[in-house]
């Protein structure tokens, strides 16, 4: 019953992971959003590699491989210790390759900054992950902004459904709901079974009687409400409150409400009709008993990517990831320049 409109900003998270999922086939598919590219990265004392003073250890082709090297990038390795010394940093659940992904990403962007200047043998690895910052800020983040943004990623960005609902959705209506429920789920089979409506039938005379102590102690918040409700508990044990959001056009019929998140009808009528402060009278559905507040109402908005206002404020939100996106495109470019192998084989289960 209580099903909350997607609110934006977890929008424009779920954006971020649709905007930076597509990627050059040329290596295996990450997100970079989940990628850590920075941490945990241990300290590496300057080694002989030309042009790669930070490395202890060369790779190159050979018949029979060092187990202990993960991956190879331009002649540097990327060992198992390595490796081990930087998972820790990341959640238990990360899979090991995209940890691996993580170490070649940063080496192929470190040999970059490298190439242009951006080391020298007196840098610290804190340096080190300056130096491929000022990279990417020279190759990325100078060259896009919100100004930049391409139409094409705007609208991609206003097709996603929890974005488009931000800037296109009808009156939003805010409820505390105290709630006396026999069953959860589809309403259609709760209406189906007997034996939930016997139940709603039976604890009618508990939800009339809440609803009249509501009412003698009318609460003016919901904080109050909740606080209320808890304090009656003793009474009436299968009471709850859950906070309620859902969309609803007036000028249109419940069976025209459509593309927009919506109660059930028993629930959804009244409320619509009432005023913020208000508190219903037991209302029933399919799920039991409900006493409402309604705490506000949005007004509705219908705009489209084709406004100025909206399409800045997409811009404006997306900036970051698309940044991250070109970033991570950039860096698979440079894999074949700085002649990366890959060894996830020898990952193993560990």
């Not at 997100?31 to 300057?46: H, N, V, W, Y």
């Amino acid at each position: 019953m209580n099903r909350s409109m997607v609110r934006a900003a977890s929008a424009w998270l779920g954006f971020v992971l649709l905007l930076v999922g597509c990627r050059s086939a040329v290596a295996p598919s990450k997100k970079l959003t989940e990628i850590k590219i920075f941490q945990g990265a241990p300290a590496l004392p300057q080694g002989p590699i030309s042009g790669h003073p930070w490395a202890t250890q060369a790779c190159g082709p050979a018949a029979k491989p060092d187990p202990g090297i993960l991956a190879c990038v331009q002649g540097v390795a990327i060992t198992r210790a390595r490796f081990d010394a930087v998972r820790s940093a990341y959640p238990p659940a990360t899979p090991p390759r995209d940890i691996l992904q993580a170490l070649i990403d940063e080496e192929v962007l470190a040999a970059a900054a490298a190439a242009t200047g951006g080391w020298s043998a007196e840098l610290t690895q804190l340096q080190r992950r300056a130096s491929v910052a000022k990279l990417l800020e020279n190759t990325q983040e100078k060259a896009i902004s919100a100004d930049t943004i391409s139409a094409t990623d705007i609208a991609q960005a206003y097709k996603d459904q929890r974005i488009r609902l931000h800037y296109d959705h009808n009156a939003a209506y805010f409820v505390t709901d105290v709630q006396l429920l026999c069953c959860k789920g589809d309403h259609r089979q709760c209406e189906k079974r007997e034996e939930v409506r016997a139940c709603i039938d039976r604890t009618e005379v508990q939800a009339r009687a809440l609803w009249q102590a509501l009412r003698d102690d009318s609460p003016a918040t919901p904080e109050e409400l909740k606080a209320k409700v808890a304090a009656l508990g003793d009474k009436f044990p299968l009471a709850a409150v859950a906070d309620v959001e859902f969309w609803y056009d007036k000028a249109k019929t419940y069976e025209a409400q459509k593309g927009y998140d919506l109660m059930v009808k028993e629930f959804a009528l009244p409320v619509v009709e009432m005023q913020p402060g208000d508190i219903s009278q037991p209302i029933r559905s399919p799920f039991g008993w409900h006493i409402a507040r309604l705490l506000r109402v949005e007004p509705a908005m219908h705009k489209t990517d084709k406004d100025p206002e909206v399409r800045r404020d997409i811009a404006d939100h997306i900036v970051g990831p698309v940044r991250e996106r070109e970033a991570q495109h950039y860096a698979v470019q440079l894999f074949k320049k700085y002649e990366v192998q890959f060894f996830y084989d020898r990952l193993g289960g560990g």
